[in-house]
């Protein structure tokens, strides 16, 4: 028998090995075969919105700022004319860094069909030229009170009921805003409106399925037509503006350099009604850079998201007992990720399998080591508090990942296809009665919410996992002011 070609090419000195697929070092998988697993989870999970879809997410978008509209009007505590931002994914999918151990469990197909988190300032500090400074004297790292000194008299008198009164040896009262009597009266203010609506139904008004106070957040589950939408609702405090306590963040190199300005990057922040471990619940609130982050979403590659999205579905459910680690550590993780990698490598449309790997590779480093910094005030370890046998539990689980990932992205994509089944199979049986518009009255009425609705698909179709900026006010709901990261409706 002849020799092969190759043998012959090799006695010239030219051999060339045969081609072997590319495999994962530690578990042997195919680099193909996570990256066709990682492609069919991002199908399954980015559903597709029709007309009628974007119709009743815009109907009940409305809904919910209609009804804040209304609260403000209840005492006037809310600012007359606000400002919110309202992010795609509810806060169980770590789109702000608030602590889950709180919250009720909702699922996907079983509650909801989707979720968004929308962030309503109580108070707003907006006028200051210079890094903002906050009272941490009593705080952790990335959390601080927030004294009334800092506002108007009007304010203070508005706002004395929400907080905690500290009396200082010279007489002075000091008020501190509370986050939990805040969430308090926010959701005794939403369930006084939301009664007073349903006293007086309108024809295509959603259904009201569901109102919860989960921790400091109130949770409301809206049927629209064929839809169920999560609404998490957090009361914050707003700032325009940067921390001064992050300042030297700015300083050192990102990844973003060069590709949005510094000036999108620190416009504002926020402090949300979140603790730390040892903290203060009735005075301690949570820095948060939900604004930034926004932002900074623009500058990562679609595979690397893709990564991301698929790590954190399968994390949620390996890593939900006992509660440690939130999907918002590991958007941390990516986030640091994107500062320590050359931007031409995670720009590589192929390489969602490296990143998945990598991301799980990072997040039991971070376990391991009980260390993961927070992105935007490095010196804050957010799994400092956690106990050595609850990181050593998880990255032993996270090890279970590593040797099989393929299996594990198998399961998270069984799970998104069963609360995709569930969410048609709800909509065949109609469980939520069809319902029109509530600016639909038959007739032609309707050809300006049909012309927003394809609108709207096309931004979302446009502007996968962007978030919304709204701009509302309460004497005046009728008209949508909204914004898709920087275009403006």
Not at 135 to 154: K, P, T, V
Not at 193 to 216: A, Y
Request: glycine share 4%; hydrophobic share 40%; with cysteine.
């Amino acid at each position: 028998m002849a020799a092969p070609l190759a043998s012959k090419a090799g006695s010239a000195g030219t051999t060339t090995k045969p081609p072997f697929p590319e495999l994962d070092f530690r578990s042997g998988a195919r680099v193909e075969e996570l990256n066709k697993l990682i492609q069919e989870f991002t199908k399954h999970d980015q559903r597709e919105y029709d007309d009628q879809r974007a119709l009743e997410i815009h109907t009940a978008k409305d809904f919910i700022f209609s009804m804040l509209g209304m609260v403000q009007k209840l005492d006037q505590k809310l600012p007359v004319a606000n400002e919110y931002l309202l992010l795609s994914g509810g806060v169980r999918e770590g789109v702000v860094d608030i602590d889950l151990d709180e919250l009720n469990v909702y699922a996907r197909g079983t509650d909801y069909d989707m979720d968004f988190t929308l962030l309503v300032p109580a108070l707003k500090l907006h006028d200051r030229n210079q890094p903002v400074t906050l009272d941490m004297r009593h705080s952790a790292l990335c959390h601080s009170w927030l004294s009334l000194r800092l506002f108007d008299e009007g304010t203070i008198s508005k706002w004395k009921d929400c907080c905690t009164i500290v009396d200082h040896i010279n007489g002075a009262t000091n008020y501190f805003f509370s986050p939990t009597k805040v969430a308090d009266w926010f959701y005794d203010s939403i369930s006084i409106v939301l009664s007073e609506i349903q006293k007086k139904p309108q024809r295509g008004m959603p259904k009201v399925e569901k109102v919860e106070k989960n921790g400091t957040i109130i949770s409301i589950i809206l049927g629209v037509g064929s839809s169920r939408m999560l609404y998490d609702i957090v009361p914050v405090v707003s700032f325009k503006g940067w921390p001064a306590v992050a300042q030297s963040w700015l300083m050192e190199n990102h990844f973003w350099d060069g590709k949005i300005t510094e000036e999108e990057v620190i416009s504002g922040f926020y402090l949300v009604p979140a603790c730390s471990y040892k903290g203060k619940k009735d005075n301690e609130w949570r820095l948060s850079f939900a604004r930034s982050e926004v932002q900074l979403k623009k500058c990562i590659s679609s595979s690397l998201m893709q990564a991301y999205q698929a790590c954190k579905a399968i994390i949620i459910k390996l890593l939900s007992r006992p509660k440690a680690i939130s999907p918002y550590h590991l958007r941390s993780m990516m986030l640091w990720a994107c500062d320590r990698l050359p931007a031409n490598y995670l720009a590589q449309e192929d390489y969602a399998a490296h990143f998945l790997l990598g991301l799980i590779d990072d997040l039991q480093h971070c376990l391991v080591n009980k260390m993961c910094p927070n992105y935007f005030i490095p010196q804050c370890n957010m799994l400092e508090h956690l106990s050595e046998e609850t990181v050593m539990l998880h990255a032993r689980k996270l090890s279970s990942v590593r040797s099989d990932p393929a299996e594990h992205l198998r399961t998270a994509i069984e799970h998104v296809k069963a609360a995709n089944r569930l969410t048609l199979e709800l909509q065949r049986r109609g469980s939520t009665t069809s319902i029109p518009s509530p600016q639909s009255d038959g007739g032609d009425t309707n050809q300006p919410d049909d012309r927003l609705a394809k609108k709207l698909q096309q931004l979302v179709t446009e502007n996968p996992g962007k978030s919304i900026s709204v701009f509302i006010n309460p004497d005046d709901v009728t008209r949508p002011h909204f914004r898709i990261d920087d275009k403006f409706f």
